[in-house]
Nanobody, 111 residues
Framework: VQLQASGGGWVQAGGSLRLSCKAS????????VNWFRQAPGKGREFVAG????????TYAESVKGRFTISRDNAKNTVYLQMNSLKPEDTAVYFC?????WGKGTQVTVSS
């Protein structure tokens, strides 16, 4: 099983990025998928989650209205569209499905 997160980078405050999490080795459509992040010196925190069918999405209060999670089960991929980015969004972002974790992707937002 492998989860590969990508799409991170450097962006100025107010900008946007779209992260992708592509899975292989598991029946992706059978699992809900979550995004977490970890900022320097802080613990890992939940960012957003999406159910198997994409009918249900949940968000941390800090990202509501700015981030949107979606999935394409045909492509075994979950996306995290991040708009109106803030410096406090700077972190390594990880995706998780069925307790499998991908390597993170760095997001850096400059003020």
């Amino acid at each position: 099983v492998q989860l590969q997160a990508s799409g991170g980078g450097w962006v100025q405050a107010g900008g946007s990025l779209r992260l992708s999490c592509k899975a292989s080795g598991l029946t992706f459509s059978s699992y809900s998928v979550n995004w977490f992040r970890q900022a320097p010196g802080k613990g890992r925190e939940f960012v957003a989650g999406i159910s198997r069918s994409a009918r249900t999405t949940t968000y941390a209060e800090s990202v509501k209205g700015r981030f949107t999670i979606s999935r394409d089960n045909a492509k075994n991929t979950v996306y995290l569209q991040m708009n109106s980015l803030k410096p406090e969004d700077t972190a390594v972002y990880f995706c998780e499905a069925n307790n499998y974790w991908g390597k993170g992707t760095q997001v850096t937002v400059s003020s």
